[in-house]
């Protein structure tokens, strides 16, 4: 599919998705000279979308190509490149300051990068000259302490966007904002303060919020992380059905037994690059990478 | 403090200052001694203050005033006895409210046609506007000359300590007695430049911002004494002071003769005729008369030794 | 606690015999409490009615029929300083509501971040480092008497305008800094997810931020509308303002008696203390239930 | 960013271009918002210049040489109102000490809990409501002149001695409420692991709550203390305190000219300023580092 | 061992642990009268003691017996007995809310008791006489979020209490805290601020503190649950370090597989009792409780 980008016949499930060259990655085509990490971006993908009735997609809906990202000296993304195909689940492990939040960060805009390309659906988003509130609402991010809006309702949470971004009708948002609440089963907490809410509630609100604006990707950055055990239940089963209804989505994530079942592909991050990538069984049962070993020694262990 | 020992050489630049100003050196000077000599003879009954209008320039159709026809005249808020009587400046009473009103008469401003202002002390100076002259104790002085129009001088002003009974200065007789007091003095007023050209005491004298606060702190015995014109004087030790006494006026420096004159804007076209007003008000006798009346006429207080 | 119904749970015997100690002491220690505080006042109490001032004390600060008899002219003091308060908080209402538009145009100006925003910043910092320098009282004078002296003829040349004026752009700069501390109160993480969900750098302030910075801070600004609510008096530096204060002083002019003043506080304290309660609920409501607990 | 040694990272050369792009933009807007912030500093500047009333204004406003100049009885007002200002300072500091023992002291008998501390708290309460309601201008009057009035002869008769009361006892209240909110902060966690170390509640104010409850509040209390050094003047109304503005106002007095004002309120910006920087540079450090980031 | 209480023979290994009867329970012996939750007390002890090489004391170290604790209407805390001896280490589980924390900041005497006795000792320290602060210095208490004093170096954090409570000298009291820091494996953080520190290192400090004052138990209350997951483990291997040198402990936490490794018995709280309490093959392996089957259900999921 290479030099794909330009939205195109969904339904052509055989182009493999290896090699990609982002079509709009940058006036002199060098975005991809940094190499090092090139060889993990769509390892196992096609084969994982299948298998999991997941990741049929035509091209990548998302690539980053050579992604660098540093506050001051320290470079938490040194060289990044993956892909993600529409509907396939891609789930980002590492250690703790190994750059996932960052990464997700990156690929939503909320920070500038300091090299590299990711382009969204063929536009190059990481370019200048593009609307990035747009591109924002064409992404859903869900972050580990839900960041509802603790002074408005939780309707009112979930309207905010279609009324303001999208200039929805009040009566058509307030309707899609209950289907979306019905769908994560809340909607009798309509017209509850978040903070009235459970935090496996709270976070299924953010959730909704995130989904409302029918996004074409998903970020779930650790959205479990800050849950007391009991309630991470109820969110990764969330996740789940996402996922099973084609929703593209990256998650980073501790909670190993969701990757092991939900992802099309596992990605480890480590010292700001894509240490090790594939399907969760090869990464997470039979690990290459030393560091992988080691950091699923003391996750599993 | 620091500030005392220039102050006989500006206390002449002063009085030069108001004789050029007003325009009419000798009358002014002339004038204030007449005023202090002859105050026995006050009640004389001269002039009265009735008929005896300037004309010439000095009329309500030449005159320039903020409200054409009508004499807008501005007093501080509050006023004090036994300048104006029950914070009143329209009922004619008190010394400052019949000089105003007769002034009017000279320019021919009959009582109704004598529009009053509450202005405050620094809205008076600073922003000079929105009425055609102050009148409120401003002291004449070539400094203010130079921000301000006064008209010549409607009282002879003499500085006078009071104190109360039994504190240690009741009963001085010599500046010198005083200069180990604490005292008082009104701010904005000469007072406080009296006080401390002419005692120069020991400690920094305290500055009120009005005279009720000055009476407190007599009363509360926080001062020994406080510097004030004579009719005050007069006023707050018979009427606001249990048992004030008068200490005595403080003597003038050579040729300082201080003076209350009406406040103008700078420039203001009516200055000429304010001038002119006052001094035949001070000719004909009015003054003396307001002064019997409303200042008891006793400018009487002994004067302190050098 | 307060029932023993609910479960059907009653005290031991022992805990009987706990509550009972534990009420026995906490009796004893609230007795103690008590009459030490009672003693204190009531020794300055005495203190003071038995000096050999009081008398006169009371006559020049508590002379009550003063206030409340009617005066040779006409009025009544007490019902004068009520106008004059009246007229306070009408200049406070009006100036508070020009005092939050200029604090909030300032915070945000100030909250930019990024070299591009230099200049825009650069005014706001000036701004409020000037007028919180400032002693109020010459910013009245400043503006009280410049603006007219300067006879710009589409100028207001009104004293109580430019007093207004004055007492907005002072506490402007005070209430630009609690805005600014409200707003950046703000967990940066509400602002990721207004961003996320596609909301621009304006919306994200008008619906987000500032809405949330405002609550946090609302005990703060509060505080600065009862201090702005007394402050009002100030104007009457530059005209005649017959506000409370004026009032009391007018009064006290011409009796040399305290006691108009000792009401007119009276009356703002009977003012502010509902303010401050509220304030106090909200803030209460706002943040941890004080260092409370059992321990 | 600084460089790109480190890893031996360069920027790609699409990097450079919008690097670049992003530059020219920065500019642009930078440009853009000085040229504007130029023009309406330069229109206001002008139109002032060449108001009618210009040159009467400078005179009055900004006299430079009459501030300086030696005046008749041998002052130099600049000199006079430098003096006043450190009169202004070293009232402030002392002040300052007692105010933050009773604002203290008050802070933490409103923060007891249980019935046992009522009377305690009912007296701390009284107090902070009573005095924060109160015109500032009123408690001077009521300390610098009631409390003399009363002739208690053991008790100092001097008005700044009172006003300093009145001054600490206003303060003292505001701060008092501020030191709650600090003490109040506090998470209940940080008690609970200092008492379960055994410390009592007295150990536990003192080495764990108060410390970082005054941390939290500090550009508070630098704010009120700026205040505070703007209010020390106020005591003049009681006759005693030749502070800057009392000698500016006894300067303009003499002449009717303005200027010393302007000196005064320059200096008091002068002086204020390093420290609204101080209480800014405190607040950054603490709290977040406002609502930045890059969106 | 029954009416045990005063420091007897620490050798004395024979004596069982059930039936006790707390000596000091109260003026008027009726203590136990509320007897719903008494068959839980001491279940188990002494076999688990025995395997785990811990728990061999003389006599329970710690009794609780008919504990209550409400707020307002909220009992948080209904019936709640139990008994630990010396060297034992006991693992309280249950639902978020089930009262866990509630319980162990009542033996700290955080909380004062509705009804119900504890001893420490044999010492009825629920006696309105009693000094707590002499009790709480006895009893060391380590909380879910650190709770470092901020304002201290770890060092200063660590002498507070030897300094000001028990009056050591400041050469001793700054001996004492570096050994303890030695021991925690921190003696190079001693003079950093505490948010210098990653979560597992302030948990360190935290224990250290707590140790410095020589408890006669140790409380620990979630004191995993705020860590980042690659963090967890260095704490729990210093909880399992103090419990082999035979530290007295109530451990309540959510990690189950703690509970199982290192628990001589394990407790489950619900509903404001102990409902099971067994040695952890017993309790989490055979749960016999439908509540605790269905916590265990969805804990390890
Ligand atoms: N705004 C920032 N300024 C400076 N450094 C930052 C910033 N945001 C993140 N970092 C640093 O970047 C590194 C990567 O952080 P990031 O949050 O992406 O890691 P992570 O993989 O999400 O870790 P975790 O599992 O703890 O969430 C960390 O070392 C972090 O301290
Ligand atoms: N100070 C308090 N005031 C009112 N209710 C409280 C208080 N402290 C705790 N509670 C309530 O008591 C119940 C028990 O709380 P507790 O913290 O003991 O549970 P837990 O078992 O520790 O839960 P978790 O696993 O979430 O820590 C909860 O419902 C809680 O809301
Ligand atoms: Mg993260
Ligand atoms: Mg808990």
């Known amino acids: 599919m290479s030099a794909a980008g330009q939205p195109t016949d969904p339904t052509d499930l055989t182009k493999p998705l290896a090699g990609q060259q982002p079509s709009s990655s940058g006036p002199d085509g060098t975005a991809g000279a940094h190499g090092a990490g090139s060889d993990h971006t769509a390892a196992g993908a096609h084969g994982a979308g299948s298998t999991k009735g997941g990741g049929g997609g035509t091209g990548p809906l998302l690539t980053v190509s050579n992604l660098r990202k540093s506050y001051g000296d320290h470079v938490p993304l040194r060289d990044i490149s993956l892909t993600a195909a529409e509907h396939e689940c891609i789930v980002l492990i590492g250690a703790s300051g190994s750059g996932k939040s960052t990464l997700l960060r990156c690929i939503n805009l909320l920070e500038v990068v300091d090299d590299g390309v990711i382009t969204l659906d063929g536009t190059d988003i990481t370019d200048p000259r593009v609307n990035a509130d747009r591109v924002r609402s064409d992404v859903g991010m869900v972050f580990q302490s839900y960041n509802l809006f603790p002074h408005m309702s939780v309707l009112d949470n979930i309207m905010l966007a279609p009324r303001k971004v999208r200039g929805v009708g009040k009566a058509t948002a307030r309707a899609d904002a209950m289907a979306m609440l019905e769908r994560v089963g809340l909607a009798n907490k309509a017209k509850a303060r978040p903070d009235q809410l459970s935090g496996g509630q709270q976070q299924r609100v953010a959730i909704a919020r995130a989904l409302v604006n029918k996004p074409r990707l998903m970020l779930f950055d650790e959205v479990t992380s800050a849950l007391d055990p009991e309630l991470v239940g109820e969110v990764l089963a969330l996740l789940t059905e996402l996922k099973t209804e084609g929703m593209t989505m990256l998650v980073a994530t501790h909670e190993m037994s969701f990757a092991r079942d939900v992802a099309d592909r596992v990605l480890f991050l480590a010292d700001g690059q894509v240490a090790e990538s594939g399907p969760p069984e090869q990464v997470l049962a039979a690990p290459q990478d030393p560091r992988t070993q080691r950091f699923l020694r003391r996750m599993l262990g | ?306 | 606690m307060s029932t023993s119904t609910n479960d059907g749970w009653s005290p031991s015997p022992l805990q009987q015999q706990r509550d009972a100690y534990r009420l026995g002491r906490a009796r004893r220690s609230t007795l103690i409490a008590a009459v030490s505080s009672v003693v204190v006042v009531g020794v300055i109490a005495v203190l003071v009615v038995n000096s050999s001032g009081w008398d006169r004390f009371r006559e020049t600060f508590f002379d009550v029929g003063y206030v409340f008899e009617r005066q040779r002219d006409g009025t009544v003091i007490a019902l004068e300083v009520l106008k004059g308060l009246w007229l306070n908080v009408r200049i406070a209402v009006i100036a508070e509501i020009a005092i939050l538009i200029v604090a909030l145009a300032a915070a945000l100006a100030r909250s930019l971040r990024g070299p591009v925003w230099f200049p825009l910043r650069a005014l706001a910092i000036g701004y409020t480092d000037l007028f919180r320098g400032l002693p109020q009282i010459l910013v009245l004078l400043m503006f009280g008497f410049g603006m007219p002296a300067l006879q710009i003829s589409w100028l207001p040349n009104s004293a109580l305008f430019w007093g207004a004026v004055g007492l907005v752009l002072s506490y402007g700069a005070y209430v630009s800094e609690v805005l600014r501390a409200g707003i950046e109160s703000i967990h940066p993480s509400q602002r990721a997810a207004s961003r996320s969900l596609g909301l621009t750098h304006g919306q994200t302030m008008r619906y987000v931020v500032v809405p949330q910075g405002v609550r946090r801070v609302l005990p703060a600004l509060l505080n600065d509308f009862v201090s702005l609510l007394k402050d009002t008096g100030l104007i009457s530096v530059l005209g005649v303002v017959y506000d409370a204060v004026l009032n009391a002083q007018i009064a006290t002019s011409q009796s040399y008696n305290y006691t108009p003043y000792v009401y007119a506080g009276l009356l703002f304290v009977i003012l502010t203390i509902p303010l401050t309660r509220v304030t106090d609920w909200i803030a209460r409501r706002q943040g941890f239930h004080g260092v409370g607990g059992t321990v």
């Open chain 2, 1 to 306: 403090g620091s500030s005392d020992s220039a102050g006989s050489g500006g206390g002449s630049d002063t009085s030069a200052a108001t004789g050029q100003t007003t325009g009419a050196p000798a009358g002014s000077d002339a004038g204030s001694s007449s005023g202090a000599a002859g105050s026995g003879a006050a009640g004389s009954g001269a002039a009265g203050s009735g008929g005896a209008a300037l004309g010439g320039d000095c009329t309500p159709d030449k005159l320039q005033t903020t409200t054409p026809g009508t004499l807008t005249i501005a007093t501080s808020e509050p006023v004090y006895e036994p300048w104006m009587v029950d914070n009143d400046p329209t009922n004619g009473k008190g010394y400052e409210s019949a000089v105003a009103y007769a002034v009017a008469e000279q320019l021919g401003y009959p009582k109704d046609k004598v529009a009053w202002k509450r202005v405050g002390f620094d809205e008076a100076v600073a922003r000079q506007q929105g009425w055609d002259f102050d009148i409120n104790q401003f002291s004449i002085s070539q400094d203010r000359l130079k921000r301000v129009d006064m008209s010549s001088g409607y009282y002879d002003v003499t500085q006078t300590v009071i104190t109360t009974k039994g504190s240690p200065i009741d009963g001085a007789t010599s500046v010198g007695q005083l200069k180990d007091a604490k005292l008082g003095a009104m701010i904005g007023t000469t007072s406080l430049t009296a006080l401390n050209d002419v005692i120069a005491p020991n400690s920094k004298p305290s500055v009120f911002k009005d005279n009720a606060a000055a009476a407190q702190a007599l009363k509360n015995k926080q001062i020994d004494g406080l510097v004030v014109d004579l009719p005050t004087a007069f006023y707050m030790t018979s009427a606001q002071l249990d048992n004030g006494a008068i200490v005595g006026q403080l003597p003038g420096t050579t040729s300082e003769k201080e003076q209350f004159g009406l406040l103008l804007a700078k420039n203001s076209p009516i200055t000429a005729c304010a001038t002119k007003a006052v001094d035949a008000l001070r000719a004909n006798g009015s003054l003396e008369k307001f002064n019997a009346e409303w200042l008891s006429g006793k400018d009487t207080a002994p004067v302190l030794t050098k």
